[in-house]
């Protein structure tokens, strides 16, 4: 899969506007074991509502990687810096 780039480039959330790019370096900052440029940030409709989706790619090698407290971090970083909360 290749992805060559977005339908739009900014995400639209209760009346907020977020660029995907800046979701994308806060939460690839949070653990240093994320694979810098291997991150998406997105949005899907859940109860009519669009829902903020991170996905982000660790390093190939790392074991025992705590994904709990990884996810936790994200969704902690990202409220804090740009005020939405991660689906």
């Known amino acids: 899969l ?3 780039g977005r339908i739009k480039d900014l995400i639209l959330i209760r009346g907020q ?4 790019d800046d979701i994308e ?6 653990d240093k ?3 810098a440029g291997f991150c998406a940030a997105f949005t899907v409709e859940v109860n009519n509502q669009e829902q903020l989706v991170i996905a ?4 190939p090698r790392v074991r ?12 902690q970083k990202v409220a804090a810096e740009h005020e ?3 689906y």
């Open 56 to 59: 982000q790619e660790i390093e």
């Open 25 to 30: 370096r806060t939460a690839t900052n949070v």
């Open 2 to 4: 290749y992805i060559t």
């Open 84 to 86: 939405v909360s991660v």
């Open 64 to 75: 025992n990687f705590d994904h709990d407290t990884a996810i936790d971090n994200v969704r």
């Open 17 to 20: 506007n977020l660029y995907p």
């Open 33 to 35: 074991n994320f694979r």
